[in-house]
């Protein structure tokens, strides 16, 4: 996966602004939503609250988290960096906005799920990510661009994980290894995605900025680190705890903060811009770790959960979002304060969603400010970025 380039080929569009290319409505409509899915689930933790959905409230949770509001992000990314991958016109106009329909209507039916039934659920739920996969898949064959067909692979497996999950709480009630292999899933992904783009915008700032010690380039030691964590994470969705689980968790959190530490993000302070994608990644080795602590029974599984998901997957998502949107509609690269308080807010969910976990005698009230900051940073990023969406590029 290379750099992005700003101004990628595209056909003469005259539709609206928001559908002349897929990270404008998916990257608005999966930051509020992102928001809106926490400002109902909390009143649903707290019993305040019932929704008619055919999940348990704990799975209607996670898989709005994990299934819907995050593909809707990989989506926007998906068809704003395939063009630059293959050189052919990006998704426009009506066959973007049939897309948006397919995921909102997704939304709708897990929530409504015990109204219209969990397979109509299940059928229109997963139609999304299987366009997805579809879409994203013709163009890197029909491109030739055979080195990231990896990346539709974890949308396949993001498809099957989203599969099992209907099925596994249709059948047992709760869904558990449906949500570890979402999980997983996201995590290679970004391991893999951010692998390629953090050393290389952080080359490129510093040649310009700041030179001296560049990071390392995506090579074999990489590879070794993804590959050894994809074997690790198989085995921690096959068996959260045990000793080899336990092991092979801690020296996949070890690697990563190796692999982190070979990207010279210490030499970005002053580049937000760049400096959150450093952070946003730091939370995935601090998920391996945790779940390899959690793994001999020391804290809860959930830490680990938050730390990939709210910390990797929620600042991966905004650092990634927010770059895109300046990139692509043609503005500086330059985190304004707003953008700087969008990132800042998601850390502090992260952070304190992590410690909720850890610190139970003070689980609510860092629920409560975990809630509060992931809203503002989510719908912060609708408020700041909304405009830009909808509007042409100038």
């Given at each position: 996966?290379?750099?992005h380039?700003?101004?990628?080929?595209?056909?003469?569009y005259?539709g609206?602004?928001?559908l002349?290319y897929?990270?404008?409505?998916?990257?608005?409509?999966?930051?509020?939503?992102?928001?809106?899915?926490i400002?109902v689930?909390?009143?649903?933790?707290?019993g305040?609250?019932?929704?008619r959905t055919?999940?348990?409230?704990?799975?209607?949770?996670?898989?709005?988290?994990?299934?819907?509001?995050?593909?809707?992000?990989?989506?926007?990314?998906?068809?704003?960096?395939?063009?630059?991958?293959?050189?052919?016109?990006?998704?426009?106009?009506?066959?973007?906005?049939?897309?948006?329909?397919?995921?909102?209507?997704?939304?709708v039916?897990v929530?409504?799920?015990?109204?219209?039934?969990?397979?109509?659920?299940?059928?229109?739920?997963?139609?999304?990510?299987?366009?997805?996969a579809?879409?994203t898949?013709?163009?890197?064959?029909?491109?030739?661009?055979?080195?990231?067909?990896?990346?539709?692979a974890?949308?396949?497996?993001?498809?099957?994980?989203?599969?099992?999950?209907?099925?596994?709480?249709?059948?047992?009630?709760?869904?558990?290894?449906?949500?570890?292999?979402?999980?997983?899933?996201?995590?290679?992904?970004i391991?893999i995605?951010?692998?390629?783009?953090?050393?290389?915008?952080?080359r490129?700032?510093?040649?310009?900025?700041?030179?001296?010690?560049l990071?390392?380039?995506f090579?074999?030691?990489?590879?070794?680190?993804?590959?050894?964590?994809?074997?690790t994470?198989?085995?921690?969705?096959?068996?959260?705890?045990?000793?080899?689980?336990g092991?092979?968790?801690?020296?996949?959190?070890?690697?990563h903060?190796?692999?982190?530490?070979?990207?010279a993000?210490?030499?970005?302070?002053r580049?937000?811009?760049?400096l959150?994608?450093?952070?946003?990644?730091?939370?995935?080795?601090a998920?391996?770790?945790?779940?390899?602590?959690?793994?001999?029974d020391?804290v809860?599984?959930?830490?680990?959960?938050?730390?990939?998901?709210?910390?990797g997957?929620?600042?991966?998502?905004?650092?990634?979002?927010?770059?895109s949107?300046?990139?692509?509609?043609g503005?500086q690269?330059?985190?304004?304060?707003?953008?700087?308080?969008?990132?800042?807010?998601?850390?502090?969910?992260?952070?304190?969603?992590i410690?909720?976990?850890i610190?139970?005698?003070?689980?609510?009230p860092?629920?409560?400010l975990?809630?509060?900051?992931?809203?503002?940073?989510?719908?912060?990023?609708?408020?700041?970025?909304?405009p830009?969406l909808?509007?042409?590029?100038?």
């Amino acid at each position: 996966m290379t750099q992005h380039t700003p101004v990628p080929r595209l056909r003469n569009y005259q539709g609206p602004g928001i559908l002349s290319y897929g990270f404008r409505p998916f990257f608005l409509l999966g930051a509020i939503y992102a928001g809106l899915a926490i400002l109902v689930w909390l009143p649903v933790f707290l019993g305040e609250l019932t929704l008619r959905t055919a999940f348990v409230p704990r799975d209607w949770h996670v898989h709005e988290m994990l299934y819907g509001y995050l593909p809707a992000v990989i989506a926007g990314f998906l068809f704003t960096a395939i063009p630059n991958w293959t050189g052919r016109f990006p998704l426009q106009g009506r066959p973007l906005l049939a897309l948006v329909i397919v995921w909102l209507a997704g939304r709708v039916a897990v929530t409504c799920s015990a109204g219209i039934g969990w397979l109509a659920a299940m059928l229109i739920d997963i139609s999304f990510l299987a366009l997805i996969a579809a879409a994203t898949g013709r163009e890197i064959l029909v491109g030739r661009n055979w080195r990231n067909l990896k990346v539709v692979a974890l949308v396949v497996l993001l498809l099957i994980g989203n599969i099992a999950f209907h099925l596994e709480a249709h059948v047992s009630g709760t869904a558990d290894y449906g949500i570890r292999a979402g999980i997983a899933a996201v995590v290679m992904l970004i391991m893999i995605v951010g692998g390629r783009i953090i050393p290389s915008f952080t080359r490129n700032w510093l040649v310009r900025e700041n030179p001296g010690r560049l990071p390392s380039p995506f090579a074999g030691f990489d590879v070794a680190i993804v590959v050894f964590s994809a074997a690790t994470l198989l085995a921690w969705m096959v068996r959260q705890d045990g000793r080899l689980t336990g092991i092979l968790l801690a020296v996949a959190g070890i690697l990563h903060v190796i692999r982190l530490a070979r990207w010279a993000g210490d030499r970005t302070l002053r580049e937000r811009l760049l400096l959150i994608l450093h952070l946003g990644y730091a939370f995935i080795p601090a998920g391996f770790l945790l779940a390899s602590v959690s793994a001999f029974d020391l804290v809860p599984a959930s830490a680990a959960i938050h730390a990939w998901m709210a910390g990797g997957a929620g600042v991966m998502t905004l650092a990634v979002m927010t770059r895109s949107s300046l990139s692509f509609t043609g503005q500086q690269l330059i985190a304004s304060p707003s953008t700087q308080g969008i990132y800042a807010a998601v850390i502090v969910a992260a952070l304190a969603r992590i410690a909720a976990v850890i610190v139970p005698l003070w689980s609510i009230p860092l629920l409560d400010l975990a809630g509060l900051a992931w809203v503002i940073a989510f719908f912060g990023f609708a408020i700041v970025y909304g405009p830009l969406l909808m509007r042409r590029r100038r």
